[in-house]
């Protein structure tokens, strides 16, 4: 894939559609396009949060090990970012991330990220936004298996 068709592509994820073209083409410079086959890691919990993979096609898993084994907490698709809460709490991976079909996705270095939420406030807020969504849904998944305990 050219760059050209990199910046058209990561235009058309909402995270990234303020930010300028000169911009978007030096994230696709500095990012790799990786592929992953289904049942492929992207990453394991408690590796060092190095990067951040934006789902470009396909879809992932998220899970913890539960008592009984892994327990699936949500399936992402395109658009999608993971591996930033890591990165933002300066921590291990709290999740393990698999590929459950064949998926493309953008890595991003974790300097780059950084970067990149310093550089763009509108990125900063919209991963924020997502992160309290994700907190919001988990909130009620929770109070819902107490409830029904």
Known sequence: MTLDNEVMSLRQVPLFREVEPSRLKLLAFTSERVHFEAGQAFFARGETADAAYLILEGSAAVSIDGPFGPVRLALLGPNALVGEMGILADQPRSATVT???????????????????????????????????????????????VGNA
């Open 99 to 145: 590929a459950d079909t064949a998926t493309m996705a953008l890595r991003i270095d974790r300097d780059v990220f950084i970067e990149l939420l310093a550089q763009f406030p509108q990125i900063s807020i919209a991963v924020m936004r997502e992160l309290a969504l994700r907190l919001e849904q988990t909130n009620q998944r929770l109070a819902e298996r």
